[in-house]
């Protein structure tokens, strides 16, 4: 309905830094606007911080979303796997904290991760930030599905956000069904990071239809409640349908 509305100004070119909708989603993540910047899609930010960093080694899990190492590619980047195990149950471990040394210009980690679903958790999230840090990295921690858990305010990142090492990937495409609309931000307390990233493509990144969409969106509370109970109904039947595959 917000983006039939918002078709009479289809004519005229969109707010290019979203200042209306930045403020709102600031209000909503508690972070303050200058620390957002929405893109077309999560994957946008994700190639556009590629872009303007320019990273020359990078860490990333495996499995993991596959546009990390393809965006990576695009900038010439040497991309490093870090291998999940079937003995740990594919979750993240202290040995990812190794794995970071000197050379690694960024860490890329999906948080719970995709496709595995598993989580890591807050204290070790830290710990790797810490490391990254320490050597000059830059973390990108997506969160892009962390909204689906009923218990997400406690394990997000953002409390970390004073580092400016580190940038959380955030997104409307999954949690509120609208991947068509193409609407993602990112947070980050580096404002020259944000601006290089802003820089990186075109300038007119999120339509005034998505713009009017995501503002809609930050409404539906009563919607994402009945996502995340359908999602505690479905959870079980799924994983009892795959172990009964084998």
Known sequence: EAIRESLAEADRYPDPLGRTLRAARSRAEGVPPEQILCGNGAADRIFR???????????????????????????????????????????????LVDAVDESTDMVFLCQPNNPTGQLTPPALVARILEKCTACGALLLLDECFLDFLPDHASLTAKPLLGSGNLLILKAFTKLYGMAGVRLGYALSADPALLDAMGAAGQPWGV?????????AALDESAYVDRVRALLAQQRPRLTAGLRALG
């Open 49 to 95: 911080l590629v872009w303007a960093a320019k990273p020359r080694r990078a860490l990333v899990t495996a499995p993991t979303f596959a546009e990390y190492a393809a965006a990576l590619d695009t900038a010439g980047c040497e991309v490093k796997r870090f291998f999940l195990g079937e003995a740990e149950d594919f979750a993240v471990t202290d040995a």
């Open 207 to 215: 339509s005034s239809l998505a713009q009017a969409a995501g503002l």
